[in-house]
C-alpha cells in the first residue's frame, strides 16, 4: 500500500510517497481503509523536526504522518466490539513515534480512538473534525465552564477556534465573545459567537472587559496571544492555550493550562451528532501531500486542506 512517510526532517519537500507492507489490527484495535487524511500544522511540525527538537517525540528511521483520518472498518482485531466491517469511522492516532500515519491507504489505530463517522456528510468533511474537535472539546473541559459564563476565543475563526465557539455557545450554554478578522465576523457570528473583537485590537483585555465589566471568567487561546489574552480574564478565573510555549504566567489567581490532545473515541461520537460546521478548503490527492504543507504553510485558509486515498486500496 501508499504512504507519506518523512525519512529527513526538511520543508515540504521531505514528505515521500513510499510503498509500505499492508498493517494487522492486533488485540483491541481495527484496521481503516482510509478515504481521507487531513493536514494540520502539527503534521508540518512532525515533518520539519520541530517535534523532536522540542523532546515531544524520539527520533526515528522512518516517522509517519497525519492524525485524522475518515474512512472504512476494514479489519477488525480480538476483543473489538461496537464496529463492524465495512462501517464508516473517524479516528484521531495520538501515537507520535510511530512510522505510519493517516496519509496512508490503511491505518491501525486502537478501537478506543475511533468513532462512526457523522451522518450525512462525506468522508472529506468527516475527516476534519478529530483532531480539532477534540482539541477544543478537552480545552473547554479544563476550563470548566457552566452555562452562563463568558469565554473569550482568540483565533476564533480558525478550525480548533471555529469547533470551540460552536461547541461553547450551542451545546455548553457559555457567551462567546469571538476574536477574529473583519471578514470573519459574519462567519463566527453564524458559530454562535455573542460579541466579536477584532484580530488587530490594539489592547485585547481592555477591548473585552469593555464588553464583560471585571473580565470574561475564561479565555480559550488558540493563536498564542499569551498575556494579551490573560489581561481579558478576571480574577480566579481560567485560562487555556493551545499554543506550545504560549502559557502566561498566572496571574491574579487565574488557573492556566495547556490542552495537550489524546485519542478520546467516545467524546469524538458526541461530537459527530452535533452537526458541526465542517470546513474543507480544498482536496488533494495522496501525492500531493508536499502541495498539500506548501498552501497550509502560506496561510490564509479557512478549513483543512484533505488529502484523498482514491480507492483506499493496494497490496
Do not use: K
Not at 489490527?25 to 478515504?35: A, H, K, L, N, Y
Amino acid at each position: 500500500m501508499r504512504a507519506v512517510v518523512v525519512q529527513r526532517f526538511g520543508g515540504p519537500e521531505a514528505l515521500e510517497l513510499v510503498e509500505v507492507a499492508r498493517p494487522e489490527p492486533g488485540p483491541g484495535q481495527v484496521r481503516i481503509r482510509v478515504s481521507a487524511a487531513t493536514v494540520n500544522p502539527v503534521d508540518a511540525a512532525t515533518r520539519s523536526g520541530a517535534l523532536v527538537a522540542a523532546g515531544l517525540m524520539a527520533p526515528r528511521a522512518v516517522t509517519g504522518i497525519g492524525w485524522d483520518v475518515a474512512g472504512e472498518i476494514d479489519a477488525l482485531g480480538p476483543a473489538v466490539a461496537g464496529f463492524a466491517l465495512g462501517q464508516a469511522v473517524i479516528g484521531l492516532r495520538d501515537l507520535l513515534d510511530r512510522s505510519l500515519g493517516s496519509y496512508a491507504e490503511y491505518l491501525v489505530l486502537d478501537a478506543s480512538a475511533v468513532a462512526p463517522a457523522p451522518a450525512g456528510c462525506s468522508a472529506v468533511e468527516a475527516a476534519t473534525l478529530p483532531l480539532n474537535g477534540l482539541t477544543a472539546w478537552q480545552s473547554l473541559d479544563l476550563l470548566e465552564l457552566s452555562a452562563g459564563d463568558t469565554l473569550l476565543v482568540t483565533g476564533a475563526a480558525g478550525a480548533v477556534g471555529g469547533f470551540a465557539v460552536e461547541i461553547a455557545a450551542r451545546w455548553r450554554g457559555v457567551r462567546v465573545i469571538a476574536q477574529a478578522g473583519p471578514g470573519d465576523a459574519e462567519l463566527v457570528r453564524g458559530l454562535g459567537a455573542e460579541w466579536v473583537v477584532g484580530r488587530e485590537t490594539p489592547d485585547l483585555g481592555e477591548a473585552v472587559r469593555a464588553l464583560v465589566p471585571g473580565g470574561v471568567d475564561a479565555v480559550l487561546d488558540t493563536v498564542g496571544s499569551g498575556a494579551a489574552a490573560l489581561a481579558a480574564v478576571r480574577n480566579r478565573g481560567a485560562f487555556v492555550t493551545v499554543v506550545g510555549g504560549a502559557d502566561p504566567v498566572p496571574l491574579r489567581g487565574i488557573r492556566v493550562h495547556h490542552t495537550w490532545i489524546n485519542a478520546d473515541g467516545a467524546a469524538l461520537a458526541t461530537l459527530a451528532g452535533y452537526g458541526l460546521a465542517l470546513r474543507v478548503a480544498d482536496t488533494l490527492p495522496l501525492d500531493r501531500a508536499a502541495d498539500a504543507h506548501t498552501r497550509l504553510a502560506g496561510g490564509g485558509l479557512r478549513g483543512r486542506i484533505v488529502l484523498t486515498t482514491g480507492s483506499g486500496g493496494g497490496a
